[in-house]
């Protein structure tokens, strides 16, 4: 079984300063990783993905993701957060084998003037 | 080219009521994926279609049902409705072939609401 947990229902940050969405996850296969987010009243949008190679995966926004295997994490990041990026974040997982992902819980980031 | 088309955007229904849900898929992608969305539940998948085929299924009673055609386009049907049955629907379409390591992309939803 898959599972992804996104342990910050909320994360606050200053617009300008560096931003940081927790994900870790569970996988009895080679992880596939990926990013979503959402705005109000809307479906999900694609950020970034993480399949193999470089650990380090950068998307769109200027949003990027570290592959950390040892801690089973994929954290999204942004050096500078814009009030733009407010919205809700999710994280998901597949395995090699699954056809489908599994999605964290989401984490509402709010970023302030 | 044209995203996931879901329509209607939204719909009220009274419980007991059925109601169906329709999903068109990006030209050319083969798997549409059904998930529903609630405030406290997050994001719960419920079935993936492939080739008409269902290929997967969440754990959903068997009230929730769907079908894919052969153009690729998704039907999603609820009968029976309960008041827990309101939720935000999306459907999300991937690729051309047999493989995880697409993206999806995601329509905007139909908002369903029973009452």
């Known amino acids: 079984a898959q599972s992804v947990a996104q342990p910050e229902d909320q994360v606050n940050v200053a617009e300008g300063n560096p931003l940081t969405v927790k994900c870790t996850y569970s996988?009895?296969?080679?992880?596939?990783l990926f990013w979503y987010v959402q705005y109000p009243n809307r479906g999900l949008q694609f950020l970034l993905k993480y399949i193999t190679g470089d650990n380090l995966v950068k998307g769109s926004y200027g949003f990027e993701a570290e592959f950390n295997k040892s801690q089973t994490s994929f954290h999204l990041k942004k050096p500078s957060a814009l009030v733009s990026d407010s919205a809700l974040y999710f994280c998901?997982?597949?395995?090699?084998?699954?056809?489908?992902?599994?999605f964290g819980d989401g984490t509402t980031l709010t970023v302030k003037p | 080219k044209a995203g996931v088309t879901q329509t209607p955007r939204y719909l009220i229904k009274t419980r007991g009521q059925q109601v169906t849900l329709s999903c068109s898929p990006i030209s050319g992608h083969r798997s549409v994926s059904w998930y529903q969305q609630t405030p406290g539940q997050g994001l719960q998948f419920l079935f993936e279609y492939f080739s008409e085929t269902q290929r997967n299924k969440g754990n959903f009673p068997g009230r929730f049902s769907g079908r894919q055609f052969s153009n690729s386009r998704s039907e999603m049907n609820v009968s029976t409705l309960e008041l827990g049955d309101s939720a935000l629907y999306l459907c999300a379409s991937e690729g051309t072939g047999h493989s995880p390591t697409g993206e999806a992309f995601f329509g905007q939803g139909t908002r369903l609401t029973v009452v």
């Open positions: 996988v009895s296969g080679n992880p596939y």
């Open positions: 998901a997982v597949r395995d090699t084998n699954a056809g489908k992902s599994t």
